[in-house]
C-alpha cells in the first residue's frame, strides 16, 4: 500500500467562513435551516430587550427564503476602527465578531443577549447561497448583498432616504447542501416567535407565509399579561392545584450579582398537565440547564420551610425536591450577563452561577405568597407529601424483591438511602482515596460509591463463568443487581437492576481512560443490555481549576474548571479579554480525584445542577463489537499495529 506523504504541504488553514461550511455541524443544527434563520431572529429580538425595537416582522417565502426586519437601531455601517472594513460586512462574514462582547467593561452595545463570542450570523452568510442586509440607519437606506456562502460580497450602497426610519431588514437564502432537509418547519419558526412575544411585553411579533397565489397569510402574537397569560393558554382546561405565582426580581447595584441580571417566572400545578419552558436572554434553552435547577432549588425551599412551618409532614416521610416540582408547569425567563451554553446552538444553560441566582430570586417572595395564602400553600403541600408517599410505597416493594435474594451486596459499598431506581446512581471510582473523596461530596439520599482498586480485568475473552473470580467484577455485578448476559438476553434479566445510572468516575489522565475503557468494555461484553438501555455514564472531572481574584464589590472572585487543555486556554483568552493578567490567574492541576477536595469534587461531577456527564450510547453495537474485538482482543497485536499505523494519527492523547 502506497503511504501517503506527511509534511509540511499536508497542513492546511482555513479561513475566513471556511470552517463552518467545512464541518456546519460544530456551528448549527444541520437538521434544517431553522437555527440559522434563528440566529438572525435573535438579533432583532435583542435590539427589542435593549429596548430600541417595537416590532419583529419574518416572512417565508416560497422560493425558500426567509426575510427578518426589526425596527430597532439598525447595525452600524461605518468603517471599523481597526479592521478598515464596514461593521455590517464583520458582522456577517467574520467569526468572533460582534457587538456583544465587552458586557463587564460597560462597553458593549449589549447589556444582556445570548450572543456569546459572534459566531451566530457569520455561520448564517456561511450555510446560505445569498444574503441580503437592508439597514436603516442615519437617515438613509443602505443595502449590501452576500452570495455563495460569503465567498463573494457586494459593495455597501446607499439606495434612498430612510427618513426618521431605523431598522435592519435581512432576507436569507439557505444553501440546502449543508442541511438533511432544505424545507424550514413552519412550527418551529412559529413556536420561535410566539415566544418572543411572551418574554418581550409590548413588542408586536408578526408572521406572513407566501401562499400559492402569492398572496400572504398573517400570524399576529403579542401577549399584554406576559408569561403567565402564554402559560394559562398553554394548559387550558386543565385543574389548578393553586393559582399561578409570577413575578420577577433582578439584582441592584448592592448585590452579589451583576446590576440588572436575574429572572421572570411564573409557575403552577395542574392535574394532568405539565409544561417547562425556559429562556436566557430570549433565547429558547429546550434542553434546559442550570437556570432551571435554581427555580427548582428555590420552590423546593420554600415549600419545604412551608411544610416544616405548619407541621404538615407525617412521620417517616421525607421530602425531594422531586416530590415538590416533578409534576409542576413553569415559563421561566432568566437575565445573565454572561451566560455560558452547551454547545453553538445554545439549547441548555451551564453557568453554575445561575443556580444560586435564579433561586435566590425566587425562594423569599414565593414564601412569602405561601405563608400569605395558606389554603393554597397547603394544596401545594398535600400534592408534594403524596408524591414522597408513592415514591416511598414503590421503594417498600424493591425492599422485598431485594431482601430475597442471596446476594450480600459489596462490603465497600457505600449505598444511598432511596430505594428509587430511577433517581438512584451508582458511581465507580477510581482508587479509595478518591472513593473516599466521593463518599464526602455525595448525596447519600440517591448517591452510592463503590471504590476500585487498580484497573479492572480486560474482560473482554474472559469466559462467563469464570468472571466472578475476579473480586472486582464481581463487586460490581452484585452492587448493581444484574448479572452477566448476552446481548440477546431478555427484558427480564434487567429485573434486579438497583440504579438508574451507573456512573463511572476516573481521573482526567490518560491511567484513567484506560481505566474507563476497561471498564466500558466490561459492561459492552458482558452487561450489554444495562449499556443499551441507557444505564451507563461517563463522568467528566476536571485536569485544571482556575482560580480568579476579585473585581472590587460587585465582582467576587470566581473559580472555573477546565476538562483539558483546549478548554483550559479558552477560558484564559476569555478572562484576559475581561481585562485580567495572566499573572493574576491562579492555575492548578489536579493529579487525580484523590487530590480534589469533596466540595471541588462534588460540584464538577456530582451536583446534578453542575457536573458534567456524558450517557453512553450504541448506535450501532455490530461496529462496536468489532471495534473492541480489534483493540481489546489479546490475538489481535497484528491488527492493532496495521489501524494504529493507519489512523493513530486521529488519536487524541495527552502523552
Known sequence: MTQKQYDESSFRVLKGLEPVRERPGMYTRTDSPT??????????????????????????????????????????????????????????????????????????????????????????????TRVEVEVRRDGKIHQIVFADGGRSIGELQDIGSAGKHTGTRVRVWPDGRYFDSPKIPQAEIERLLRSKAVLLPGVKVMLDIEQADGSFARQEWRYTEGLAGY???????????????????????????????????????????????????????????????GLRTGVFEAVKSFIEHHSLLPKGVKIQQDDVCGKMSFVLSARILDPQFQGQVKEKLNSREAVKLVSSMVLHPFEAWLNQNVEYGRAIAELAIKQAQSRLKNAQKVEKRKSSGVAVLPGKLSDCESEDIADNELYLVEGDSAG??????????????????????NAWEVDPNRLFANAEIHDISVAIGVDPHALDAPDGVLSGLRYGKIIIMADADVDGSHIQTLLLTLFLRHFPRVVEAGHVFIAMPPLYRIDVPAQGKKRPARRFYALDDNELNAIRDRLIKEGFRVEQLEIGRFKGLGEMRSDQLKETAMDHATRRVLP????????????????????????????????????????
Open 35 to 128: 437555527h440559522i434563520i434563528q440566529e438572525v431572529i435573535d438579533n432583532a429580538a435583542d435590539e427589542a430587550l435593549a429596548g430600541f425595537a417595537k416590532n419583529i416582522h419574518v416572512v417565508l417565502m416560497r422560493d425558500g427564503s426567509v426575510a427578518v426586519t426589526d425596527d430597532g437601531r439598525g447595525i452600524p455601517v461605518g468603517l471599523h476602527p481597526q479592521e478598515g472594513l464596514p461593521v455590517v460586512v464583520l458582522a456577517y462574514t467574520v467569526l468572533h465578531a460582534g457587538g456583544k462582547f465587552d458586557k463587564k467593561s460597560g462597553n458593549s452595545a449589549y447589556a444582556f443577549s445570548g450572543g456569546l463570542h459572534g459566531v451566530g450570523v457569520a455561520v448564517t452568510t456561511a450555510l446560505s
Open 616 to 655: 453512553v450510547t450504541l448506535d450501532d453495537v455490530s461496529s462496536a463489537r468489532t471495534l473492541f474485538d480489534l483493540l481489546m482482543g489479546k490475538g489481535e497485536a497484528s491488527g492493532r499495529r496495521a489501524w494504529m499505523e493507519a489512523k493513530g494519527n486521529l488519536v487524541e492523547a495527552d502523552l
Open 436 to 457: 473516599g473523596s466521593a463518599k464526602l461530596a455525595r448525596d447519600r439520599e440517591t448517591q452510592a460509591i463503590l471504590p476500585l482498586r487498580g484497573k479492572v480485568l
Open 231 to 293: 402559560l394559562r393558554e398553554m394548559v387550558a382546561g386543565a385543574e389548578a392545584v393553586a393559582p399561578l405565582f409570577t413575578g420577577e426580581a433582578y439584582a441592584g447595584a448592592d448585590e452579589d450579582f451583576a446590576q440588572g441580571e436575574g429572572a421572570a417566572w411564573s409557575f403552577g400545578w395542574f392535574d394532568g398537565m405539565q409544561l417547562n419552558e425556559s429562556y436566557v436572554n430570549l433565547i429558547p434553552t429546550v434542553a434546559g440547564g442550570t437556570h432551571e435547577s
